[in-house]
């Protein structure tokens, strides 16, 4: 357990690394030709110096809070650094909140000054700012907001900044991180100094070997998360202070991504189990277009009872993988798993799920082919991780094990608690909602659980989005809409069935994968309204849910399903911005079609 500070905040890393080494790599900022530039530890501390220079020639003060708006950048994590420099606090927006989002944010949190990247962004907010009396100053980076902070804080003395620096202590509050509001309006998670810096330095001490590809190479990682979210601020922090190079990506998409993990070439990510979905699934489409889709999905199967044969070794179970096994394994080493391992930049060996459920198939298949992912669990009010799979035994399936300095316990009613020196604040100006989760010093965390004999957490769902049918069969969503989500011609499931006499599903098909399998069976290009009564397309779908209910009762399995001519999209409101089902939205939405489902 890394020891907690009895001083300082989260800017002190950043001056501490420049006085001990300042030539050290320390981030990378992409350029307009698509290369990377590296920032040292050094230059670094004197670009926050200097923007922190800025913000206090601008009337930003100790206390006061700024939003930053914006894709992920080499900015955010500039900005961040620089007002916590001064004792100011950031509130992370996400960049595609609707104005009405806006607006109760800036208000909630009081916010005096607000960061966006382009007009678009400075236009939502500007069509609110009458109802925000104490919202001064709008910086728009694409108009040059950085370079005009930068030379307002030209006339201002270092030594300002260093006194405001000093004057930070551990429990002050760091950030205002609000809830992705999946059952109503976000709230506002108080996320201290301390709870930032016991969350990323026990996850840097506990797993800084799986940092490097290699020993003794230089750790460095592509933040493509938001850095709106707190899996995202986490893996931000714990880059600047476990000395990992850091560089910023700023969309979440396999597109746009791919290239750059390439460029960059981290040793070590961390995503959302959507990520490696869509590495396996451009992988597999990849095999089918060559003719060698019988090859890759035998080299799959290799990879699973590879890794297993590793999981049983590691817990105790089992000799490992048997000689002809690993005989297999090499084989398919060159042609599949290399391949694999090449997207992802060549150089990532571990990696870090988080934000929803993993497929355990599906981390078994990336271990075998070389990249373990360590799944976790965590919430906005834990800031980000309070279990993961540690390296020496990982078990894939589970969300690991608490991390260090945390404890987890499961209610009589099976909600997941914990306690630990991640553990927020409360809810700004809530009390009553931070009393409801605040228990004598545990998080309820409203998820479901169970640990196993040897301490390994299990997520089964929320309280919540218990299905409770008209015969009275409680029923977790969660599991099933993951293994349907499984198959590569599914993007959304959502399983329906509250108070109505059996268990059904509306299903969202993924573009890219359904494009691919009409070309692939010679079949020609239909409107989303024709293709989703395809035959054959329904034959698929419905392998994709069978399989799933061999993993339940029949009481709590699918029946029947829907395939939907569009996505859930958060520009509809049906997601959240973490790509969260919004539940009651969709249901509402869709009403017609899970009418349909019981009357049909």
């Known amino acids: 357990m890394a020891t907690p500070p ?3 905040g989260l800017a002190d890393a950043v001056f501490d690394h420049a006085d001990s080494d300042p030539l050290r790599v320390a981030l990378a900022r992409k350029t307009a030709d698509g290369g990377w530039q590296n920032v040292t530890a050094g230059q670094f501390r004197d670009e926050v ?5 800025g913000l206090l020639a601008r009337g930003v003060r100790f206390g006061d809070r700024v939003a930053i708006m914006c894709p992920t950048r080499y900015e955010w994590t500039l900005f961040d650094f620089a007002l916590w420099t001064i004792g100011a606090q950031s509130v992370p927006l996400y960049p595609t909140s609707s104005a009405e989002q806006v607006c109760w944010m800036l208000h909630d949190a009081g916010v005096s000054a607000c960061v966006v990247e382009h007009e678009d962004h400075a236009m939502t907010v500007g069509s609110v700012v009458n109802r925000l009396p104490q919202l001064r100053q709008l910086w728009q980076l694409d108009a040059g907001a950085l370079e005009e902070l930068l030379a307002a804080g030209e006339s201002v003395e270092d030594d300002l900044v260093e006194r405001h620096r000093q004057a930070v202590t551990p429990e002050q509050p760091a950030t205002i991180i609000y809830t992705s509001g999946t059952t109503g309006r976000p709230k506002g998670c108080v996320i201290t100094h301390a709870n930032l810096i016991a969350e990323c330095d026990n996850i840097v001490e506990r797993y800084e ?14 933040l493509f998360l938001p850095l709106a979210h707190v899996f995202g601020r986490m893996v931000e922090v714990a880059a600047i202070r476990g000395k990992v190079k850091l560089g910023h990506q700023p969309r979440l998409s396999a597109a746009a991504l791919l290239p750059d993990l390439k460029t960059f070439q981290p040793t070590f990510i961390l995503a959302v189990p959507y990520i490696f979905e869509k590495v396996y699934a451009a992988a597999r489409r990849k095999a089918e277009v060559e003719g060698k889709l019988g090859v890759f999905e035998k080299a799959v199967d290799v990879a699973v009872r590879y890794a297993e044969a590793q999981e049983a070794k590691a817990f105790g179970t089992g000799p490992g993988p048997g000689a002809a096994l690993r005989v297999q394994h090499q084989f398919f080493e060159k042609a599949v798993y290399g391949k694999v391992r090449a997207a992802m930049g060549g150089r990532v060996r571990h990696a870090m799920s988080g934000g929803s459920g993993m497929e355990r198939r599906l981390g078994l298949f990336f271990a075998g082919a070389g990249v373990v992912i360590y799944e976790g669990y965590g919430l906005t009010e834990s800031t980000a991780a309070v279990t993961a799979n540690p390296p020496e035994q990982t078990r894939f399936g589970t969300v690991g094990v608490p991390i260090p300095g945390t404890t987890v316990h499961i209610a009589d009613d099976g909600e997941v608690w914990l306690r630990g020196g991640q553990v927020f604040d409360g809810y700004l100006g809530d009390p009553k909602s931070t009393d409801a989760v605040l228990r004598d010093g545990w998080l309820a965390t409203g998820d479901l659980g169970t640990l196993d004999d040897e301490g390994y957490l299990t997520i089964t769902g929320r309280k919540k989005e218990i299905l409770v049918t008209s015969g009275g069969k409680t029923v977790s969503p969660v599991g ?15 399983v329906v069935g509250n108070d109505r006499p059996y268990v059904a599903a509306l299903v969202t098909l993924d573009p890219e994968a359904v494009a691919h399998w009409l070309t692939m069976r010679g079949k020609p290009e239909l409107p989303p309204g024709e293709l989703v009564r395809d035959p054959d397309l329904e034959t698929e779908i419905r392998r994709a849910v069978v399989a799933a209910n061999t993993t339940v009762s029949q009481a709590e399995s699918i029946r029947t399903f829907r395939i939907l001519a569009a996505q859930f999209s958060e520009e509809h409101g049906l997601l959240t911005p973490s790509l969260k089902l919004k539940r009651k939205a969709i249901e509402q939405a869709y009403a017609v079609e899970v009418e349909a489902l019981y009357t049909t």
């Open 209 to 222: 070997e799986a940092f490097h590809s290699k020993r003794g190479d230089e750790a460095a990682t592509l």
């Open 480 to 494: 099933l809409e993951e293994r349907v989500r499984g198959h590569p011609l599914v993007a959304q499931c959502i």
């Open 6 to 8: 009895q001083a300082g």
């Open 49 to 53: 110096t200097a923007l922190a220079k």
